[in-house]
């Protein structure tokens, strides 16, 4: 680089304006101190992976595919055991014929629970796709069609836990307690694996036989501890997010005790089969190097998250998590307070991708989710969410939700670009970046 100007000049050739490129420079002086930190974490992580590859073997075999049933899949079965390695658990299931993180999460659930059983959320409503798989919004093949009851006890106005009620809510019909670490879409605060570690002690306290399970989307590599870490019997995720570090083209994961994975294995495939079918097809080698980059790449994310938070709290904007608080997921709430900013912010974000840039998102009725909601991508694996993504539901209080960002340049610059389209659009004005810029 010859010098600032030179990226400056590339930035606006690009159409990062000068106010929002200074503006985010004058943001970015203040997180060198944030960003260290993250890296540590990635050296951690990093090694930790690294460690479990090393200790299963790992060899050149296993990056190769089975076709067929999958019997004696090498690379498979090593690739299962480094994820229990990494996740500290007994066993895991982790397979391209989980096709996301909501098949993995449903199948985590019917596998483990029984007709009659009783499934409680004490952290409040589930991620809006759960609704189906539980029956909360009716739905063909929910777990309430098969007579498995549910029960929710709602975090407290402050964020925690409602213990009381909890206590209350389990009764001898609760067989499963599901935890969702990531806030989804809610503005509701993101679990810490210790917040989670408190809460399993306190279910387990009442009764040791509940299985717990924790929705880990979002939350792998951010801290040096996974939940299984903290006394989870499941943890459950999807490897288009975190785990699969954007290489992995589909894929979920089930990590736990013995019982819950191989429950989980004879419900994948099927009773007697369990865990010995499935081949891998020529998935092994993105898996194992999605791993492999997975803690650099969440970083990135990371990285981006505390950017959009800075950036868009200086111009007045409700965002969660604030600024200076301690991260526990990838994603960045934004409150932009109108249907245009959510359009506007997720189009710059489109704008500014490696993949479609030409396209203009618009809201949707999608799948799964009750209201209208506006995704921007541009993805090198369609619907890849550890690439640089956000997504919108049209309803108050017009929040957005960021995340990703394979590298930490693309995360900025995709940020600068939301910036900028939300100044085209007269949103935010010129005159509070310059303010923002010389005030602190
Ligand atoms: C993404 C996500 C899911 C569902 O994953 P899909 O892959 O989109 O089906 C479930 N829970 C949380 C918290 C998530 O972030």
Not at 107 to 121: H, I, K
Not at 292 to 321: D, H, I, R
Request: with cysteine; net charge negative; hydrophobic share 40%.
């Amino acid at each position: 680089m010859e010098d600032k100007d030179t990226l400056q000049r590339l930035y606006a050739s690009m159409g990062i304006s000068a106010p929002v490129y200074e503006y985010g420079c004058k943001i970015l002086e203040k997180l060198e101190e944030r960003f260290r930190q993250i890296d540590r974490m990635a050296e951690y992580n990093q090694l930790k992976v690294i460690h479990a590859m090393q200790e299963a073997r790992v060899s050149e075999a296993c990056l190769l595919g089975t076709t067929g049933y999958g019997y004696n899949d090498l690379g498979r079965d090593t690739l299962e055991a480094v994820y229990a390695k990494v996740f500290g658990a007994e066993d895991a299931l982790v397979r391209p014929q989980i096709t996301c993180g909501t098949h993995a999460l449903a199948l985590a659930l019917m596998s483990n629970l029984r007709p009659g059983d009783e499934l409680l959320s004490p952290v409040g409503k589930p991620y809006d796709t759960l609704e189906e798989v539980i029956g909360i919004r009716p739905s063909r093949g929910s777990l309430a069609e098969y007579g498995i009851t549910y029960r929710q006890v709602d975090l407290l106005p402050d964020g925690g836990f409602d213990y009381e009620n909890i206590k209350k809510a389990i009764g001898p019909k609760t067989r499963l307690v599901t935890i969702q670490r990531s806030k989804g879409y809610q503005t509701r605060p993101t679990l810490s694996v210790e917040r989670i570690g408190d809460l399993i002690s306190f279910v387990k306290g009442i009764n040791p036989h509940v299985i717990c399970m924790v929705d880990n989307c979002y939350g792998e590599f951010v801290e040096e501890r996974e939940p299984s870490q903290a006394g989870a019997d499941m943890v459950v995720g999807s490897l288009i997010k975190n785990p699969g570090g954007g290489l992995a083209p589909i894929g979920g994961y089930i990590v736990g005790t013995k019982e819950c994975v191989e429950n989980a294995a004879c419900r994948l495939t099927s009773p007697g089969l369990a865990k010995e079918v499935g081949a891998s097809l020529g998935v092994l080698k993105d898996f194992y190097q999605g791993f492999f980059l997975a803690p650099t790449v969440t970083a990135s994310a990371l990285k981006g998250a505390v950017f959009a938070a800075n950036l868009y709290e200086a111009l007045g904007y409700k965002v969660v998590p604030d600024g200076r608080e301690s991260r526990h997921d990838i994603i960045q709430a934004v409150t932009l307070e109108s249907p245009e900013a959510v359009i506007a912010f997720c189009q710059g974000i489109q704008a500014g991708a490696p993949v479609d840039s030409h396209v203009t998102p618009q809201p949707w009725d999608m799948p799964g989710y009750d209201s209208k909601v506006i995704m921007a991508a541009g993805a090198f694996v369609s619907g890849s969410s550890i690439e640089l993504s956000a997504d919108g539901p049209i309803k108050p209080p017009y929040a957005v939700y960021f995340q990703g960002g394979l590298t930490w340049p693309h995360a900025k610059f995709g940020l600068l670009r939301s910036l900028q389209s939300l100044l085209d659009a007269g949103i935010v004005t010129r005159t509070s970046l310059d303010c923002r810029k010389t005030s602190k």
